[in-house]
């Protein structure tokens, strides 16, 4: 997955089962996605419960492109700890315009920055496209249940990547997300692996 920008672009390269969500209206999309995770989960290509999380993520999709976001991908994985458990990750990414002197620069700042609002854990990482600030943050969601008398507490933990580039341009942002509480050991080892793959292109 390659984010264009007028000065910069940054690639990517997703993790086998993971599918791009368009961050705007494209028809067939739900009915990709659909396929997708069927295949994930060896459901008929026509199974409704695939076709309904399918619509979901499509609808999330455009939210995410009316926030901002430049692309998106999304994987619903069998929990390597319990095959019968699914474990849902999000992919995001954007770009940030910058007038950093270097990227040691630039990572200084952010990290005062994440300090003074309270963010922990924060580290820098070294990144073969250079260094990176990996901030993880948590949120806690009460949604209603079925017969609304209880609630269902919902933990959504999210590690992103604050990437300067070489140039002074651009700091890239890349977020892994995930409800899947239980799994957040794994979905830490598919952030840091992706984020191992991402690379700058060459300056326009």
Known sequence: MTMMSATRSFSIDLPEGMASIPVAAVPGTARSLAATLAG??????????????????????????????????????????????????????????????????????????????????????????????VVVDETIQEMPTEDGVESAVVVTRRATAWIPDPAGTTIAVVSVMSPSWQDWAHTCELALDLFETFRWEAAR
């Open 40 to 133: 994930t989960f060896g459901l008929p290509a026509d199974d409704a419960s695939a076709a309904v999380v399918a619509d979901a993520f499509t609808v999330f999709g455009a939210m995410l492109g009316e926030s901002g976001m430049d692309f998106a991908a999304m994987g619903l994985f069998r929990s390597p700890d319990d095959p019968d458990r699914p474990a849902s990750v999000v992919v995001t990414g954007n770009r940030v315009p910058s007038d950093h002197a270097t990227p040691e620069v630039a990572i200084a700042g952010l990290r005062d920055l994440h300090a003074e609002q309270g963010a922990d854990p924060v580290e820098t990482v070294a990144l073969p496209a250079g260094p990176a600030l």
